[in-house]
Each structure stands twice: as structure tokens, then as C-alpha cells.
T-cell receptor
Framework: SAVISQKPSRDICQRGTSLTIQCQVD?????MFWYRQQPGQSLTLIAT?????????ESGFVIDKFPISRPNLTFSTLTVSNMSPEDSSIYLC???????????FGSGTRLTVV | GNSVTQMEGPVTLSEEAFLTINCTYT??????LFWYVQYPGEGLQLLLK?????DKGSNKGFEATYRKETTSFHLEKGSVQVSDSAVYFC??????????FGTGTSLTVIP
């Protein structure tokens, strides 16, 4: 299975600021996925990031709020912009694992906005 | 549309008790079904999966059988341990790259 390094693991941020989350994969992957897990809730897909093209955002998520970069086949970043307390969540990146047909997830970034 | 419904928690069990976490799904055709586990402070880990009807996924003593007739994928373990305390997510994948996750069931196992 792919191994994903995600950082930071947690952060406490002031409202109005931005935080960039990084995901590094130990193998080349075509697509990377960004999820949000709000407190006590399940995972919601934010966007799909393909190398060399604009990310595809799910309904309710926009590029101005969650800009994504995908400079190569092993790395992606998600920025949470102009944060408010409602953005307090766990953010996870994931990739498809072709060896077992599942997805591999990063360890998550626990974000608290104060 | 596609969706997953899993039993609400939290669930608290004594060590060595039998565990069942119910999961049912709604989907057209033949989705693949998964159980993920999230230990405290960590990301999701794939626990087991089944890709077609009547398949049984198993791992670490956990089992789940893909039942198309009842659209279910219940998670079971015969004897839970304190180290099994985590949040368990049922999920389905129906083509493409979109996963549909249940809301998660928190399990606490007490000695």
C-alpha cells in the first residue's frame, strides 16, 4: 500500500488567516483526494486533484476557499483560506490503492480555528 | 442515490464480548463495500473489504459478509480487545472515485 505523509498533524489558527496542508505520497499516483471530517460527522469529499490540471471541487466547496496545488505525481497541498471557527475539522488526503482496491488515507490534520 | 447507513454509537463493550456493528447501503448495481477504522488521533485505515456479493472480508479477527439480498455489510468480531477501541466507518464505492461513508460508530472496550 502507498504511504502518505501529511503535515501538520494539528494546528490552532486565528480566524481570518490561512493554513496550507501538505501531503506527500511515496509513489506516483494520478489522483489525490481531499476530505473534511467535521466534529462528530463522517467524511466529505472536498475535491479531486489531478497533476497538471485544475482540481475538481464537490458541491459546496469552492477554489477560492480551498485552493489546491498538485505540482507533481507525489505531492499536493490544500489551503484553507480566510478561516472561521466553522472550518475547525480534520482534513485528510487520500489516494487510491490499486493493490487492494481501497483508499489509503493520510493521518489527518486536526485544525482548530479560534 | 448512493448512501450508507450504520448503527449509531457510541458502543461500549467489555473485553472479550461479541461485537456487531450494523451497516446497510443503498446503491444501484454492484458496489464495493469497505470498513475503515480510525484509532484515536490517527487517520483512517482500511480494515477489510468485499467487492462482490457473498464475499467475506476479514482482518485482525473482524469479519463482514457482503449480503446483496439484505443490502448489508455488518461488521463482527467474536472477542473484542481494549485495543479495538476506535471509530469504525462503513463505506461503499460505486464506480469512479467517489466513496460514500457512513457516519461512523464509536467503540469503547473496557477491561
Amino acid at each position: 500500500s502507498a504511504v502518505i505523509s501529511q503535515k501538520p498533524s494539528r494546528d490552532i489558527c486565528q480566524r481570518g488567516t490561512s493554513l496550507t496542508i501538505q501531503c506527500q505520497v511515496d509513489s506516483q499516483v494520478t489522483m489525490m483526494f481531499w476530505y473534511r471530517q467535521q466534529p462528530g460527522q463522517s467524511l466529505t469529499l472536498i475535491a479531486t486533484a489531478n497533476q497538471g490540471s485544475e482540481a475538481t471541487y464537490e458541491s459546496g466547496f469552492v477554489i477560492d476557499k480551498f485552493p489546491i496545488s498538485r505540482p507533481n505525481l507525489t505531492f499536493s497541498t490544500l489551503t484553507v483560506s480566510n478561516m472561521s471557527p466553522e472550518d475547525s475539522s480534520i482534513y485528510l488526503c487520500s489516494v487510491e490503492d490499486r493493490t487492494d482496491y481501497g483508499y489509503t488515507f493520510g493521518s489527518g490534520t486536526r485544525l482548530t480555528v479560534v | 442515490g448512493n448512501s450508507v447507513t450504520q448503527m449509531e454509537g457510541p458502543v461500549t463493550l467489555s473485553e472479550e464480548a461479541f461485537l456487531t456493528i450494523n451497516c446497510t447501503y443503498t446503491a444501484t448495481g454492484y458496489p464495493s463495500l469497505f470498513w475503515y477504522v480510525q484509532y484515536p488521533g490517527e487517520g483512517l485505515q482500511l480494515l477489510l473489504k468485499a467487492t462482490k456479493a457473498d464475499d467475506k472480508g476479514s482482518n485482525k479477527g473482524f469479519e463482514a459478509t457482503y449480503r446483496k439480498e439484505t443490502t448489508s455489510f455488518h461488521l463482527e468480531k467474536g472477542s473484542v480487545q481494549v485495543s479495538d477501541s476506535a471509530v469504525y466507518f462503513c463505506a461503499l464505492r460505486k464506480g469512479g472515485n467517489q466513496f460514500y461513508f457512513g457516519t461512523g460508530t464509536s467503540l469503547t472496550v473496557i477491561p
